[in-house]
């Protein structure tokens, strides 16, 4: 499974750089470079595993007949993961992208096994001189996206569909919240937790149960739109996660997180196939523009437009960051200190909701 | 008019002739699949048989799929045979996993030939205990088992997910920063590890040669043992077991037991053999409990076919991932796996059934034949 972890990347980056050389390339002139992606779910989610099969095809388009793709999708984390990665060194892949954090072991044990292929782990922190973690600052985006559901709010009241009581997913709620209390002064987000990153079923009933509890625009960090469908059946206005995800309900669509994985999929099969490749671990943010949201639907005001996109201009220029103090906690506690900016150590570990959020951070 | 009649003996060589004759219908239909979706059906058969039986290591590979699916096979034969239907497998596979990660982590700085047992034995405890659940409701409240089985499994699901994502239990890893991140469990010691045994080049995980003392074991049980008679009396009839003194009840909650066992082992050797940490969500998307069901079926629930039909399962789902690419969609694969699983059940039928197609009498009939014989 995906996400998550993105350890404290920078020093395991140093050290991993710090450790590794250049490894040569195997490239004849004639056949195509291999390259392939492993998925947790189906390459047309709408959502996770979609987004990284967008960027597939983008390295497809960009590198033409010098590079032939592959995919193995609906992989169970465990065991099979292994036979499957051992299949695709047989079938001459040089370069393996796996995009769930529950891979990594098992692409840990094969970048082992097999110096000669390059292996890349999305989401996760082990790396080695043949394996790379790349995984991008979602929390940039969702703080963009709370905006659009605060401004969307009427009653102030917004729910929203989470995955794992984990860091990776707190610190996602706390961006969203943060974000719909400058549309909407006083805002709360009311938490469900579905512990599952992708079954539409369960992300539907957890919806419908805020939608019935009157919260008035719904957001989700899962990996299908189901909160759309449930959103629909209710006219409520809706956020999404991963992809663009406004087909599903486009008359209430707002905007959403997105991930465009293409650009880093393309330099590294690149640098893979002129031998440049190096380990390291890649942290993509809405600067670099790895993270985006969504393009907006025709229900967000141009108001609220304008007030989005120039804090996301600050963003990207760094003269905003979201979590920056005077930040508070449920009980109104004060967390960070007024104008200190939280370490990438505390936001990778984060473990308490901030003022306005409704649930428990530990799950339940 | 078509019937079906039950076969009064099953002739030997249709055992060959029908497995034989429904792979080809099989491999028939799947390449006219193949061929409409504009794949080349020989090429197509030739990968998945090379990358799930033939090619270096695949053997290999195909055991670390089987040993779960030869344990949860048996588990479902065990009981299918007494007529008893437990669909709870997965969740008690789930449980096995929990005893015997618990286990193997209290006892992690013993020596190999105290932690291996332990966790064998805890995997069977567990497994045996959470099939005995409905076992008892069956026994004593005549519950419908099937319902109380699969229920259990939703629950086990649960608390898996709970001893590692929503509490602070003795599984759960909460000393590391990277555990504080992402969930975690506790990985076991090098010593918890279960070793394999290399014949001809090919690595055979320890649980899949317990699997095999298993099926050996139940295969006896069934064959040999006065439990194994009345258990099959049972099975053949309840009322005719009841007149005849056998202890219904019991038999009931025994076999439950040992077909939970059975399933427990196989959650055990998950960790042993190849995950060595309690892991929610690979086991749960694995899901061999309900897929023990199908080798159980595919084996005519007798044990030694239950080996043969896991490892050809297990085949046939490493060798299905080999075949998907971005021009071969998973659903493909999945259909081709589900032709072949259909044709084989559906042969299955016919060994045990005959088709017989009966003409209305047309040629004229006096009137006398008509009151005498009447058309069926």
């Given at each position: 499974?995906?996400?998550?972890?993105?350890?404290?990347?920078?020093?395991?980056?140093?050290?991993?750089?710090?450790?590794?050389?250049?490894?040569?390339?195997?490239?004849?002139?004639?056949?195509?470079?291999?390259?392939?992606?492993?998925?947790?779910?189906?390459?047309?989610?709408?959502?996770?595993?979609?987004?990284?099969?967008?960027?597939?095809?983008?390295?497809?388009?960009?590198?033409?007949?010098?590079?032939?793709?592959?995919?193995?999708?609906?992989?169970?984390?465990?065991?099979?993961?292994?036979?499957?990665?051992?299949?695709?060194?047989?079938?001459?892949?040089?370069?393996?992208?796996?995009?769930?954090?529950?891979?990594?072991?098992?692409?840990?044990?094969?970048?082992?096994?097999?110096?000669?292929?390059?292996?890349?782990?999305?989401?996760?922190?082990?790396?080695?001189?043949?394996?790379?973690?790349?995984?991008?600052?979602?929390?940039?985006?969702?703080?963009?996206?709370?905006?659009?559901?605060?401004?969307?709010?009427?009653?102030?009241?917004?729910?929203?569909v989470a995955p794992f009581p984990i860091p990776e997913v707190i610190r996602e709620i706390n961006a969203v919240a943060l974000g719909a209390q400058t549309t909407h002064p006083g805002a709360t987000v009311q938490v469900v937790w579905t512990n599952t990153w992708f079954d539409p079923t369960k992300e539907k009933q957890a919806a419908q149960s805020l939608l019935s509890r009157g919260v008035d625009a719904i957001g989700q960090g899962q990996d299908s739109p189901a909160t759309g469908e449930a959103a629909k059946a209710v006219g409520v206005k809706w956020s999404g996660y991963d992809s663009d995800q406004s087909n599903v309900a486009p008359d209430i669509w707002l905007t959403g997180t997105v991930y465009h994985w293409g650009p880093y999929y393309v330099k590294r099969v690149k640098a893979a196939m002129d031998g440049s490749w190096k380990t390291g671990s890649y942290y993509g943010s809405i600067g670099d523009g790895m993270i985006d949201i969504a393009p907006f639907g025709q229900s967000v005001t141009q108001a609220?437009?304008?007030?989005?996109?120039?804090?996301?201009?600050?963003?990207?220029?760094g003269t905003f960051y979201e979590f920056t103090g005077p930040l508070k906690d449920q009980s109104g506690a004060v967390k960070i200190a007024a104008g200190t900016k939280m370490t990438l150590e505390q936001i990778l570990s984060m473990d308490w909701f901030v003022q306005g959020v409704i649930g428990s951070p530990k799950g339940g | 008019m078509i019937r079906i009649e039950r076969r009064l003996t099953e002739a030997r060589w249709l055992l060959v002739a029908v497995p034989?004759?429904?792979?080809?219908?099989?491999?028939?239909?799947?390449?006219?699949?193949?061929?409409?979706?504009g794949h080349d059906p020989l090429g197509t058969w030739q990968r998945l048989l090379d990358r799930g039986f033939l090619s270096e290591g695949a053997l290999s590979a195909t055991l670390v799929q089987a040993?779960?699916?030869?344990?949860?096979?048996?588990?479902?034969?065990?009981?299918?045979?007494?007529?008893?239907?437990?669909?709870?497998?997965?969740?008690?596979?789930?449980?096995?996993?929990?005893?015997?990660?618990?286990a193997g982590i209290a006892l992690g700085s013993q020596p190999a030939a105290l932690v291996i047992p332990a966790m064998v034995l805890a995997g069977l405890v567990t497994g045996a205990a959470w099939a005995a659940i409905p076992g008892v409701l069956r026994a004593v409240f005549r519950t419908n088992e099937i319902i109380t089985s699969l229920m259990l499994n939703y629950v086990a699901g649960l608390l898996i997910t709970y001893l590692i994502f929503d509490s602070q239990s003795y599984w759960r890893e909460l000393s590391t920063f990277t555990s504080r991140v992402f969930p975690q469990g506790k990985y076991l010691s090098a010593a918890a590890g279960w070793p394999s045994v290399q014949i001809a080049g090919?690595?055979?995980?320890?649980?899949?040669?317990?699997?095999?003392?298993?099926?050996?074991?139940?295969?006896?049980?069934?064959?040999?043992?006065?439990?194994?008679?009345?258990?099959?009396?049972?099975?053949?009839?309840?009322?005719?077991?009841?007149?005849?003194?056998?202890?219904?009840?019991?038999?009931?909650?025994?076999?439950?037991?040992?077909?939970?066992?059975?399933?427990?082992?196989?959650?055990?050797?998950?960790?042993?053999?190849?995950?060595?940490?309690?892991?929610?969500?690979?086991?749960?998307?694995?899901?061999?409990?309900?897929?023990?069901?199908?080798?159980?079926?595919?084996?005519?629930?007798?044990?030694?076919?239950?080996?043969?039909?896991?490892?050809?399962?297990g085949g046939l789902s490493n060798g299905g991932f080999s075949l998907q690419g971005a021009d071969f969609p998973a659903g493909l694969v999945g259909t081709l796996q589900g032709l072949i699983l259909f044709c084989a059940l559906a042969g299955e039928l016919l060994v045990r059934y005959r088709v017989r197609v009966q003409r209305p009498r047309r040629s004229p009939v006096h009137p006398a034949d008509v009151a005498t014989v009447r058309p069926a």
């Open positions: 499974m995906k996400k998550s972890v993105r350890l404290a990347a920078t020093m395991l980056a140093a050290a991993a750089l710090g450790a590794c050389g250049t490894t040569n390339s195997t490239t004849s002139t004639n056949q195509p470079f291999k390259a392939a992606w492993i998925y947790v779910g189906t390459a047309g989610d709408h959502g996770w595993t979609q987004a990284h099969d967008d960027g597939r095809k983008v390295v497809e388009q960009q590198l033409g007949t010098a590079v032939k793709t592959t995919f193995k999708e609906n992989v169970p984390e465990g065991p099979q993961v292994e036979q499957v990665v051992e299949g695709l060194v047989r079938d001459g892949n040089k370069i393996i992208f796996a995009t769930s954090f529950g891979f990594q072991d098992a692409m840990a044990n094969e970048a082992a096994k097999h110096p000669d292929v390059k292996f890349e782990q999305a989401t996760g922190f082990k790396t080695a001189n043949n394996l790379a973690e790349y995984f991008g600052a979602a929390e940039d985006a969702d703080y963009l996206t709370g905006m659009a559901l605060g401004a969307a709010s009427s009653k102030g009241k917004i729910g929203f609220a437009r304008d007030q989005i996109n120039a804090k996301k201009e600050a963003l990207k220029s | 034989v004759g429904s792979l080809i219908g099989a491999v028939i239909l799947s390449s006219v699949i193949l061929l409409a979706t040993t779960p699916l030869l344990l949860t096979g048996l588990a479902a034969a065990a009981a299918f045979r007494m007529q008893t239907w437990n669909i709870g497998a997965e969740g008690q596979l789930y449980l096995g996993a929990v005893g015997a990660s618990g090919i690595a055979i995980p320890f649980g899949f040669l317990l699997g095999m003392v298993a099926a050996a074991s139940l295969w006896l049980l069934y064959r040999s043992t006065r439990f194994g008679f009345e258990a099959r009396v049972i099975g053949d009839s309840r009322a005719a077991a009841h007149y005849a003194g056998i202890r219904t009840r019991r038999k009931i909650v025994a076999v439950m037991a040992l077909s939970g066992a059975f399933a427990g082992l196989g959650g055990a050797a998950e960790i042993g053999d190849f995950r060595h940490v309690l892991d929610p969500r690979g086991l749960q998307q694995a899901s061999f409990g309900y897929a023990g069901i199908v080798v159980a079926a595919l084996a005519r629930l007798n044990p030694f076919a239950v080996i043969l039909v896991a490892v050809l399962l």
